[in-house]
């Protein structure tokens, strides 16, 4: 019996590790531009250019980035309109509170005249600093995504074959979400089976780049699930299932940082300092929108709330489902598809711009 194939060797160097390893970043990072200001937008960007040479890119982390980034860079702008509609909704609550008919007509004009010069004000005001935000970007300016398909160009991994795919999803599916088995298992309420299986996807691919080409990998990721991550006498490290796993499979060594330490190891790697701003930036978005999702959670009915529980946290099948809640399994996975809808939009309500 030899102690290797069940404890996970010692904590790597970081510093050391990091100057020397493969470094892959996982799709959240390369959207996490798109919500920091100026300066640390830039900062991530650099540090992205800075490792551009030891860089690679799984195609599933591709395939989600693109659907997915279009929507983070439209964020800012659509603060700005919801703004402009919420201060809409407030001229019109001010207008029924003053009720109808002749009684207090001359206050109700005079109030509703002072609101209305007000709101205009204030749509003025929210237009001209949404004309001179240089933050704001669209599909034909869009500078991070110029930069960040730059820093990947020659680096991006090629499609794998259909087969593959479908027997990853399998396997996921019959073997590693019953198991929990990370990575993944956390996602088995997302919608679709591929969506289900996308950090697995991420991860089978960067287990056969390591084999293939004798890599040592350091895995960026702003996922604080179970199932990358955990945590002994108050220290977070990689989940030990996917180092142990990493090194029967590539007889490599795997290490995973979290965006604000990339950003940090990259400067210092370069000779440099980190800006202690951006680093704080960096966790406070991260914490941010994972107050976020509580907070959209609470929006919901209690009836989706009481659906999501049972599938999510009980992980109840619809046909377990079914009879606790007095309903069919076909009513109870419609009742699901639109909780997660609702979810999913109450979550673009509260996450940070």
Sequence with gaps: MRRDDFI????????AFFRSAAVVLDTNVLLAPYKLSATAREDALRAIESTAP???LPHHVGVEFYRNHAVHRDMRAMAYQNVVKEVAQFERLAAQRLGKGKTHEDLRKDVARVVREAVAGIRSS???????DTMLTGPDDDSVLDRIEAAFEGRAAAAPDPAVLRGRVEEFETWRVPGRIPPGFEDRGKEGTVRKAGDYLIWAEILQHAAEVGD????VTEDGKEDWWETTDGVRRPHRALILEFQRATGRAYHQIGLDDFVRLAVEAAGQ???EDTLDEIVA???EERRAVSRAYLTLDESFRELLWYSLVDELRPAQIAPVLGLTPNQVSAGLHRAKS?????????APA
Excluded at 216 to 219: A, E, N, Q, S
Excluded at 342 to 350: D, H, Q, S
């Design 216 to 219: 040592d990998i350091v895995f």
């Design 126 to 132: 929210i237009q001209a600093l949404r004309e001179a």
């Design 54 to 56: 030891r860089l690679w």
């Design 8 to 15: 996970p060797p010692a904590p790597v160097d970081e510093d």
């Design 273 to 275: 300092e980190a800006a």
């Design 285 to 287: 978005v991260r914490e």
């Design 342 to 350: 609702a979810l999913r939009e109450a979550y673009a309500r509260e």
